[in-house]
């Protein structure tokens, strides 16, 4: 990083004409809190859980993850930590845990797993809650939401865990035993129409933009061979966006993105036009984006939006966008 960027590190995400905006990390391994801590972070937008799980050879017990969830939640005590549930399947999977399918992405994955066996999803969420006794900073996403029922089950699920904890427990002073806020990825095409929905049923969105791109563009995200097909940038994914965000507002609902866009100038500057509350990402990006958005008005970000979204195709948003991030050094 030039010194110039590095420059903003400690300073707020603000526009020029004083809107502000939450950047946040996403996170995944136990160690490298201390450097992740001085990233210029707001908190943790998205804690992958498959990570730890994935370098071992069986399921860690309540014990370990409790352990483990309780030293990222005090690493980033007066944060939010926002600990998304499993979300193994996919291209994620876990040695102890083989799943063999023709079409992996649209298969047996993140939320279908953990409400099939309900068993590894109270284990989490007892030890998620459990490891918040102290501090009392996190919340609970629940990945590959494609329908409400998943919603309803998986909050049973976390309620249930929550009324067992709370008859087990013996807390000391200073101790509470919360229900932490539940919130949702959005990633998955169906929910874009069951907004409204869902709104009223969760505490926070938050856009999970890899798998979005993914699902909408029926683009493998990991194939080289069509990986010119996949793009954030693609005038659906953007109009997509866009709507999210405007429903978001239109039902007082907290939304944040936690893909790989949100870590680049270009889509940064469209989330921020768009109205989304907070961005997470990976924590070497934050300094640069909180660079770009110190360097532009809410206003003239909201008019590069307007023309961004009259072109029709990737490539030329694309082109535009960095056009314009020259102009601002
Ligand atoms: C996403 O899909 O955008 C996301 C943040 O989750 P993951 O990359 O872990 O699927
Ligand atoms: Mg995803």
Same mark, same amino acid.
């Given at each position: 990083?030039?010194?110039?960027?590095?420059?903003? $590190?400690? &300073?707020?995400?603000?526009?020029?004409?004083?809107?502000?905006?939450?950047?946040?990390?996403?996170?995944?391994?136990?160690?490298?809190?201390?450097?992740?801590?001085?990233?210029?972070?707001?908190?943790?937008?998205?804690?992958?859980?498959?990570?730890?799980?994935?370098?071992?050879?069986?399921?860690?017990?309540?014990?370990?993850?409790?352990?483990?969830?309780?030293?990222?939640?005090?690493?980033?005590?007066?944060? @939010?930590?926002?600990?998304? @549930?499993?979300?193994?399947?996919?291209?994620?999977?876990?040695?102890?845990?083989?799943?063999?399918?023709?079409?992996?992405?649209?298969?047996?994955?993140? %939320?279908?797993?953990?409400?099939?066996?309900?068993?590894?999803?109270?284990?989490?969420?007892?030890?998620?809650?459990?490891?918040?006794?102290?501090?009392?900073?996190?919340?609970?996403?629940?990945?590959?939401?494609?329908?409400?029922?998943?919603?309803?089950?998986?909050?049973? &699920?976390?309620?249930?865990?929550?009324?067992?904890?709370?008859?087990?427990?013996?807390?000391?002073?200073?101790?509470?035993?919360?229900?932490?806020?539940?919130?949702?990825?959005?990633?998955?095409?169906?929910?874009?129409?069951?907004?409204?929905?869902?709104?009223?049923?969760?505490?926070?969105?938050?856009?999970?933009?890899?798998? &979005? @791109?993914?699902?909408?563009?029926?683009?493998?995200?990991?194939?080289?061979?069509?990986?010119? &097909?996949?793009?954030?940038?693609?005038?659906?994914?953007?109009?997509?966006?866009?709507? %999210?965000?405007?429903?978001?507002?239109?039902?007082? $609902?907290?939304?944040?993105?936690?893909?790989?866009?949100?870590?680049?100038?270009?889509?940064?500057?469209?989330?921020?036009?768009?109205?989304?509350?907070?961005?997470?990402?990976?924590?070497?990006?934050?300094?640069?984006?909180?660079?770009?958005?110190?360097?532009?008005?809410?206003?003239?970000?909201?008019?590069?939006?307007?023309?961004?979204? @009259?072109?029709?195709?990737?490539?030329?948003?694309?082109?535009?966008?960095?056009?314009?991030?020259?102009?601002?050094?």
């Amino acid at each position: 990083l030039s010194e110039k960027v590095r420059s903003v $590190i400690d &300073l707020p995400a603000q526009t020029l004409d004083g809107k502000q905006i939450d950047l946040l990390l996403n996170a995944g391994l136990s160690s490298g809190f201390e450097h992740s801590k001085n990233s210029g972070a707001q908190g943790i937008g998205l804690y992958r859980t498959e990570i730890p799980f994935m370098n071992r050879s069986c399921f860690p017990s309540e014990l370990e993850q409790t352990v483990l969830y309780r030293q990222v939640l005090e690493a980033f005590a007066g944060e @939010t930590v926002t600990m998304r @549930t499993l979300d193994v399947g996919g291209d994620k999977s876990l040695p102890y845990f083989p799943i063999v399918e023709d079409n992996p992405f649209l298969g047996w994955r993140g %939320i279908r797993i953990t409400l099939d066996h309900p068993e590894i999803f109270l284990l989490q969420v007892r030890a998620m809650m459990r490891a918040n006794i102290d501090q009392g900073n996190l919340a609970i996403m629940l990945p590959m939401i494609s329908h409400l029922d998943e919603v309803n089950d998986a909050i049973r &699920l976390v309620n249930q865990a929550y009324y067992e904890l709370s008859c087990e427990l013996v807390l000391d002073e200073g101790q509470v035993l919360n229900r932490p806020k539940i919130g949702i990825m959005i990633e998955v095409p169906s929910v874009l129409f069951q907004l409204p929905e869902l709104a009223k049923k969760v505490d926070f969105f938050s856009v999970g933009s890899n798998d &979005l @791109t993914q699902y909408l563009l029926a683009v493998d995200r990991n194939n080289a061979r069509v990986a010119g &097909l996949y793009s954030a940038y693609h005038p659906a994914v953007l109009r997509a966006l866009a709507l %999210i965000a405007e429903q978001a507002k239109q039902y007082h $609902i907290p939304l944040s993105l936690c893909g790989e866009l949100a870590g680049e100038p270009a889509g940064a500057l469209l989330l921020l036009a768009m109205g989304y509350d907070q961005l997470s990402m990976n924590p070497h990006n934050i300094a640069r984006i909180k660079w770009v958005i110190r360097h532009i008005e809410l206003k003239k970000a909201q008019k590069i939006l307007k023309r961004a979204l @009259t072109f029709t195709n990737a490539k030329q948003v694309h082109n535009y966008l960095n056009e314009q991030l020259e102009l601002l050094g």
